[in-house]
């Protein structure tokens, strides 16, 4: 069982202190939800247009790959494959959204580079090999995308659930308190000032 607080007033400037405090942090974890919720679903339209262009961009990567074996053979397409350059290292770093530490992928720009002559591959390897490595970025961004929005969605089911204790626990626990205490003091005057009226009747007596 709750304690009851003393009804002063002293306590009752404390606890309309504590309400405009919860009251304040309400509407900015109200805030927050909100920005989050907008970043979520800019991420999120993002994250589906970036995911129709892998689809596609592999479909065709495919597509090319298949025809340079077929017009090249399987064996010269992994052998010239192993002659390529290694892909460029990454490396992650991190903005903030609201407190929330979200990752950015850094890599350098691809740019092809061959490493065989113009006799040994055809149109369809080089297609393939510059779509591939394309998409590349693509993936980056989803992966990206993807971690954001796992980070974003976390923070937002701690401050809806923070939101919701001040709202629906704090708040009207301290304006109950708040309301009480200013009724005993109210009625505490009433009865002092129909004391003081009897002792000044009694006087003019």
Same mark, same amino acid.
């Given at each position: ?140 961004? /989803? !992966? &990206?995308? @993807? ?6 969605? #976390?923070?937002? =089911?701690?401050? +809806? ?23 005993? /003091? !109210? &009625?505490? @005057? ?6 003081? #009226?009897?002792? =000044?009747?009694? +006087?003019?007596?």
């Amino acid at each position: 069982m709750a304690k009851r607080v003393t009804a002063t007033k002293a306590n009752l400037i404390k606890i309309k202190s504590a309400l405009d405090f919860a009251q304040r942090g309400y509407g900015l974890l109200d805030k927050k939800r909100a920005v989050l919720m907008r970043e979520i679903m800019r991420l999120n339209a993002r994250a589906q247009t970036i995911q129709q262009e892998v689809e596609e961009r592999f479909g065709q990567s495919y597509d090319a790959l298949t025809m340079a074996s077929v017009t090249m053979g399987w064996e010269s397409v992994v052998s010239m494959s192993k002659s390529m350059p290694t892909e460029e290292p990454y490396h992650i770093g991190y903005r903030s959204v609201m407190g929330v530490e979200i990752p950015e992928i850094h890599y350098k720009a691809f740019k092809p580079q061959s490493t065989f002559s113009m006799f040994e591959s055809n149109f369809a390897f080089d297609e393939a090999y510059i779509r591939m490595h394309d998409m590349r970025a693509r993936i980056y961004e /989803l !992966a &990206e995308i @993807e971690t954001d929005l796992y980070r974003l969605a #976390k923070e937002i =089911k701690k401050t +809806v659930k923070r939101a919701n204790a001040l709202e629906k626990i704090q708040i009207p626990k301290y304006e109950a308190a708040k309301k009480e205490i200013e009724e005993i /003091l !109210a &009625e505490k @005057e009433r009865e002092d000032f129909f004391r003081l #009226k009897r002792v =000044k009747n009694n +006087v003019s007596k």
